[in-house]
């Protein structure tokens, strides 16, 4: 069995594989899974929860030798992260293929897949993970900016300046937010369960601050925003604790989004009252408590924002289907 280990893409001139383009595909493939830019490289995961830029390590291996061995004329097939075939087509033909986690329709239930998942015989390859594009973070940075400063047109005069963002998840999308919320001049406020995640996007200039304690965090955040200084803190927590804590509170920030990995009640997203290392085993142990367990904080997160919404609080998701998830747990 092939053992997790290092990847760092070739650089330079110099061929690893017979001609540029397989070379190419080889490089986009290792550099998913770099330290330096994939969210759980061991476990083969880029982003996205549970992105994958390979089914297993020994496909990961079969991968690379495939590309080491193809020629120009031949394309590589890749179904859901494994190497399935190599045919003889032609120059200007694709080098690769690649189709990841289809299913025939009546099949294709979150529950029909992670049965097959379980099984290895197939993965989740999010958009840019099982395709081997992601750059990191820096990707999406763009279109989150762009976002934020769509918001500040609409709603605040073009500018964020002097007004308080509030978000929750700091991964591999969601890690973008805090640099593109100081970029349009806002104060920032993010909610995330996953330390690393922060010292992630600390060490990599994404987030100026991590502040503990929640009511720290937000008054942190309150003070940058009353002296209109353009800053992101981060804060260990649950996004369904920190919406509440500002609820009770009485405070209202501007605008309020969310990038957790709510599209996937299981691998994703973190329920609220547990640490991670009771979330993991509780996954692993128990997944249909655990799911529920994940909807009933995702009803109690929607509905915190929805009130805030009510409040005045320009509010938005971000395209994880929380509003989805929520009207599965029953938020109307």
Known sequence: MAEPRTVRAPRGRTLSCKGWQQEAALRML???LDPEVGERPDDLVVYGGSGKAA???ECFEAIVRSLRELEDDETLLVQSGKPVGVFRTHADAPRVLI???NLVPHWATADEFRRLEALGLTMFG???AGSWIYIGTQGILQGTYE???AAARAHFGGSLQGRLVVT???GGMGGAQPLAAT????AFLAAEVDEARIDKRLATGYLDEKVGGLDAAIDRALALKANRE???VGVVANAADLLARLLERGIVPDVLTDQTSAHDELNGYVPDGMTLAAAAALRANDPGRYKAEAYRTMAAHMRAMLELQRRGAVTFDYGNNLRGQALVAGVA
């Open 147 to 149: 976002c934020f400063a």
């Open 168 to 170: 929750a998840g700091l």
């Open 230 to 232: 353009p800053r992101s």
């Open 55 to 57: 089914r297993n390590w």
């Open 30 to 32: 290792m550099n998913n």
């Open 183 to 186: 970029m349009n001049r806002a």
């Open 126 to 128: 999010q958009m840019t």
């Open 99 to 101: 189709a990841n986690a």
